[in-house]
């Protein structure tokens, strides 16, 4: 690679926070899409007449999208461009999202919801990419702290507006959310400027995908990113029903209670990032949030307390966890293998947090059925401890390293 291309393939570092609020409110409109649903299973199991079994699917064609494209997704976005691909990503939801406030039965609803987790995959894995080009290097882990808040807020955002789905009808508020999106894809691009796309001149996308399956710090980062999804779905997936079955609350105030707690993990992204920022090692943050997640865990699936002592728990779960998603997306750039490969890389640990997210909720609710709450407690802490001794051996290889990826080295 010649010293020309890798000028243009690293553009200037010179965007600021409000092109990082830019971009985070990309991935806040985004996460509209996932807490839409659960708002709306009711309404839409009602006037479709559908099973609990069928409409469940609404929830999981997010994850199973995410587990199956998220490299070839992130590798699209380093040929084409990151800007390109969140307007894109946000342009697919929004189509996915009108479709799905029009259509007459269920076919067409679940043809939607893959439409909309494709974008929302675009959006995921091209945002944070976007920030590592763009944003200057003295802000960028508070940068990538604020990125991390997207899923938090958004959720947490679209619950707030259910009066409107009340008002509207769920076909009326995906359609408005389809308005949502396509309006921020037209603000993104005005309000945005491009930075240009990785150089990949020689370079077929078989090869460049192939490169980054066969390097061991992509997969290490996407294993730990599982890791953590499937214990903070097992605990959110299911702390509703242990609400209300074990100490008999209502559906509204379970449903509430467990939104603030998810809320608390915004704070721990905020945290997170002053952590990296300050000098921490992005390995002891990750090492004290798993601790956090074991240890709070157990107060919430296996402690004989109060609802409200499991509540507070809760919350220290959700901020402790909210350290993770932050130090292993900060943590990107190092173990990209090359530098036009950071959107693959990004996409890899994306695909492992949508892993998580299908296949935690499924092994724990099994394990609780057969075993207890307390045997979900367990086998959390294990795969916890599994994580950081990955991570300690992962990151091990890379101490001293800068946060770019390995480069081909210059010929004169």
């Given at each position: 690679?010649?010293?020309?291309?890798?000028?243009?393939a690293t553009p200037p570092r010179e965007a600021g926070w409000s092109a990082v609020f830019i971009i985070a409110g990309a991935g806040v409109v985004s996460a509209f899409q996932i807490g839409k649903a659960?708002?709306?299973?009711?309404?839409?199991?009602?006037?479709?007449?559908?099973?609990?079994?069928?409409?469940?699917?609404?929830?999981?064609?997010?994850?199973?999208?995410?587990?199956?494209?998220?490299?070839?997704?992130?590798?699209?976005?380093?040929?084409?461009?990151?800007?390109?691909?969140?307007?894109?990503?946000?342009?697919?939801?929004?189509?996915?999202?009108?479709?799905?406030?029009?259509?007459?039965?269920?076919?067409?609803?679940?043809?939607?919801?893959?439409?909309?987790?494709?974008?929302?995959?675009?959006?995921?894995?091209?945002?944070?990419?976007?920030?590592?080009?763009?944003?200057?290097?003295?802000?960028?882990?508070?940068?990538?702290?604020?990125?991390?808040?997207?899923?938090?807020?958004?959720?947490?955002?679209?619950?707030?507006?259910?009066?409107?789905?009340?008002?509207?009808?769920?076909?009326?508020?995906?359609?408005?959310?389809?308005?949502?999106?396509?309006?921020?894809?037209?603000?993104?691009?005005?309000?945005?400027?491009?930075?240009?796309?990785?150089?990949?001149?020689?370079?077929?996308?078989?090869?460049?995908?192939?490169?980054?399956?066969?390097?061991?710090?992509?997969?290490?980062?996407?294993?730990?990113?599982?890791?953590?999804?499937?214990?903070?779905?097992?605990?959110?997936?299911?702390?509703?029903?242990?609400?209300?079955?074990?100490?008999?609350?209502?559906?509204?105030?379970?449903?509430?209670?467990?939104?603030?707690?998810?809320?608390?993990?915004?704070?721990?992204?905020?945290?997170?990032?002053?952590?990296?920022?300050?000098?921490?090692?992005?390995?002891?943050?990750?090492?004290?949030?798993?601790?956090?997640?074991?240890?709070?865990?157990?107060?919430?699936?296996?402690?004989?307390?109060?609802?409200?002592?499991?509540?507070?728990?809760?919350?220290?779960?959700?901020?402790?966890?909210?350290?993770?998603?932050?130090?292993?997306?900060?943590?990107?750039?190092?173990?990209?293998?090359?530098?036009?490969?950071?959107?693959?890389?990004?996409?890899?640990?994306?695909?492992?947090?949508?892993?998580?997210?299908?296949?935690?909720?499924?092994?724990?609710?099994?394990?609780?059925?057969?075993?207890?709450?307390?045997?979900?407690?367990?086998?959390?802490?294990?795969?916890?401890?599994?994580?950081?001794?990955?991570?300690?051996?992962?990151?091990?290889?890379?101490?001293?390293t800068g946060r770019q990826p390995a480069r081909e080295e210059v010929q004169p």
């Open positions: 690679m010649s010293a020309t291309h890798q000028s243009d659960p708002m709306a299973l009711g309404a839409v199991q009602l006037d479709l007449g559908l099973s609990l079994l069928v409409v469940s699917w609404l929830l999981s064609a997010f994850a199973i999208i995410g587990a199956l494209v998220g490299a070839p997704v992130g590798l699209a976005a380093d040929r084409i461009g990151t800007k390109r691909m969140v307007v894109g990503g946000l342009a697919l939801q929004a189509l996915g999202a009108g479709l799905g406030g029009v259509s007459p039965g269920v076919e067409l609803l679940m043809v939607s919801r893959v439409v909309e987790g494709l974008g929302f995959m675009a959006v995921l894995v091209a945002g944070p990419a976007m920030i590592f080009s763009t944003v200057a290097q003295g802000i960028q882990d508070r940068a990538i702290a604020v990125w991390a808040t997207v899923m938090p807020v958004g959720m947490t955002t679209v619950m707030l507006a259910a009066p409107l789905l009340t008002l509207l009808g769920w076909r009326g508020f995906w359609l408005l959310n389809a308005a949502v999106l396509f309006a921020y894809a037209a603000f993104f691009v005005f309000a945005i400027s491009a930075p240009p796309a990785a150089t990949t001149e020689g370079q077929r996308i078989g090869a460049q995908l192939r490169q980054a399956i066969a390097a061991p710090g992509p997969w290490a980062l996407a294993t730990i990113f599982a890791a953590f999804s499937a214990a903070f779905f097992v605990v959110f997936g299911f702390m509703p029903s242990l609400l209300t079955g074990r100490f008999g609350l209502g559906q509204e105030l379970a449903s509430t209670v467990s939104g603030i707690a998810v809320a608390a993990s915004g704070i721990g992204n905020l945290a997170a990032g002053f952590l990296l920022a300050s000098g921490r090692k992005p390995l002891h943050v990750l090492a004290a949030g798993f601790l956090g997640v074991t240890l709070f865990g157990f107060g919430v699936l296996a402690a004989d307390l109060s609802w409200i002592a499991i509540a507070l728990f809760a919350v220290l779960f959700a901020f402790m966890a909210g350290l993770i998603p932050v130090a292993l997306i900060d943590s990107v750039p190092r173990f990209a293998p090359r530098l036009e490969l950071v959107g693959a890389t990004m996409g890899l640990a994306m695909q492992g947090n949508n892993v998580g997210m299908l296949v935690g909720p499924a092994v724990g609710g099994a394990l609780a059925a057969s075993l207890g709450w307390t045997s979900v407690a367990v086998a959390m802490a294990l795969v916890s401890v599994a994580a950081v001794l990955l991570a300690r051996a992962t990151f091990a290889d890379r101490v001293g």
